[in-house]
């Protein structure tokens, strides 16, 4: 059986013989892009639902279950609630920054998922310089929840949102510095040609050792950048109320929130792409059936999240001096010297391969 | 179709720097300034230069800007507005940018721009054999000068950073 994935194509020929090019590629574009902003809106969603059944299930709590079956729709009642909610704010905000701020957090989060692999037909931007505009746009975020912060004049906002600044910018070192070992393997920064190397192996066992130390790191610094707890100093609940978004109501709060469900999913899914093939199934099982490539990224995608949630739930909350002891006395040193043995394992022919 | 992008994001750009000159709010003008380097980084987009925008992104946007809404965050308190300065410095402060636009303008207009057709991407693997190649045109001695130079600002910052505990290193660390 194969049966080929060409909806897009039909859709593709369909318009450009409908149109002149220039407004086909332009109404093109623009169905892209809906078509995009829900599925991740409804994703972002449904990632809200599994974290609270995944958190129920390890407190030994049912979770939410009435909505629909076993609580499928509990999360889009959640947002149509918050959709009429009113929009408060503070007294002296700075109204338009603090109006601005929620969308640099989800458009930063939105934007890095167009050069997401999601099977072989399935992306929007193959970019060549592709992991590098992934790390670029995501460091725009953290702009969004510093202005957030600031702007509505809160004292525990602004301490959540200067917090955050500090995790951010640290983390980030880590997260580019364990994708770059990995990109020494590939030799391409481009996402389709970091999945086509992967086909005599999954990087983190081309790679082994280094591919491995690399994935941690990753892991570690990913989960930080997401600030989900063990490293959710920015919104700690017994410390700082809501943190950054404490004055935020209604859509505004709900775009934080949906940004970093969002930014969980992107975390997970440039994992899977650099460390555990992408689309590629495990040893090529499924070669001949490639429309499977989408089950595939998205099974290995929420194995990674399922962990992430599994971190959040099992390990307390560091310190702020913990925290960036982590960063600078730990991870980076060993990230550095991680780089090096990549190098010397790729230019002594070390690798793993199938 | 282009050229109307083009303007767009060239329309974007001049209205926030100005925005940015002109608003008296320090926060937001930071924010005036963020805006114009993302719409030049659009620019390099445009031109089919991803390594170039991407760097203008994660250098300009992602790291100056945070630096400086940094700095705000730390000295200035919402309700501040920036004074508005004395008359003759206005006058001053125009007529120089007056002058720098002109030598702007000038060298542009003067300069014979050549026309490259069917431009291809730099790769990122060019760059990176150009930055560190010692033969003809390679740049192997500006990438050694500023990586001493960063260096010493990294030594420095860490000596600043210290401060008095450099003498009585003997006091508990927290």
């Known amino acids: 059986m194969n049966v080929p994935l060409s909806i897009t194509k039909t859709i593709h020929e369909w318009l450009f013989s409908a149109m002149n090019p220039s407004v086909a590629s332009g109404v093109e574009m623009v169905l892209i892009a809906l078509v995009y902003l829900t599925i991740f809106a409804v994703l972002g969603l449904f990632l809200v639902l599994l974290e609270r059944r995944v958190a129920a299930w390890f407190q030994l709590r049912v979770g939410p279950n009435r909505v629909g079956y076993q609580g499928l729709l509990q999360t889009m009642a959640d947002a149509l609630k918050l959709v009429s909610k009113e929009l408060t704010g503070t007294d002296r905000a700075d109204k338009f920054l603090y109006n601005l701020a929620p969308y640099f957090v989800i458009i930063s989060a939105l934007m890095a998922l167009a050069v997401i692999p999601f099977s072989r037909e399935f992306q929007a931007f193959d970019i060549n310089i592709g992991i590098f505009f992934l790390i670029a746009v995501s460091s725009i975020g953290v702009i969004g929840i510093l202005l957030g912060g600031w702007s509505s004049n809160n004292k525990f906002a602004l301490i959540g949102a200067m917090r955050s600044g500090v995790q951010t910018i640290s983390y980030e070192l880590s997260v580019g510095l364990s994708l770059l070992t990995m990109i020494l393997l590939t030799g391409s920064l481009q996402l389709s040609e970091i999945i086509e190397v992967q086909k005599e192996g999954w990087l983190i066992a081309q790679g082994h050792i280094p591919a491995i130390i690399a994935f941690m790191i990753y892991m570690i610094a990913g989960t930080a950048e997401t600030n989900r707890a063990p490293f959710d100093m920015v919104e700690a609940e017994s410390e700082l109320g809501a943190g950054f978004h404490t004055e935020y109501s209604g859509m505004k709060f709900a775009y934080f929130f949906l940004a970093e469900f969002i930014n969980m999913f992107l975390i997970a899914a440039i994992a899977t792409t650099v460390f555990f093939g992408g689309w590629l199934s495990p040893f090529g099982i499924t070669e001949s059936l490639p429309w499977l490539g989408v089950f595939w990224f998205l099974m290995k995608t929420f194995v990674l999240v399922f962990l992430m949630m599994w971190f959040r739930w099992t390990f307390p909350r560091l310190r702020v001096d913990q925290l960036l002891t982590l960063e600078w006395k730990y991870l980076l040193p060993i990230n550095l010297v991680n780089i090096v043995l990549m190098a010397l394992l790729v230019w002594g022919n070390l690798t793993l391969k199938f | ?174």
Request: proline share 2%; hydrophobic share 55%; net charge negative.
């Open chain 2, 1 to 174: 179709m282009e050229r109307i992008l083009f303007y767009v994001i060239a329309i974007i750009a001049i209205v926030f720097a100005l925005a940015s000159v002109i608003s008296r709010k320090m926060l937001r003008s930071v924010i005036y300034l963020l805006f114009v380097l993302c719409s030049i980084a659009g620019v390099y987009f445009m031109m089919d230069y991803n390594f170039l925008a991407a760097i203008q992104l994660t250098v300009y946007a992602g790291g100056i800007v945070v630096l400086i809404i940094f700095s705000v965050l730390l000295v200035h308190h919402i309700e501040l507005e920036l004074e508005i300065a004395k008359f003759p410095k206005q006058l001053a402060t125009g007529l120089l940018c007056l002058a720098g636009l002109g030598v702007f303008l000038y060298t542009i207009y003067m300069h014979d721009f050549q026309v490259i057709g069917n431009q291809t991407t730099t790769s990122t693997h060019d760059i990176g054999s150009k930055l560190l190649s010692y033969e003809e045109g390679g740049f192997i001695l500006p990438f050694e000068v500023i990586s001493i130079l960063l260096l010493a600002v990294m030594v420095g910052a860490i000596i600043l950073a210290k401060g008095t505990l450099t003498s009585n290193s003997e006091t508990k660390q927290p």
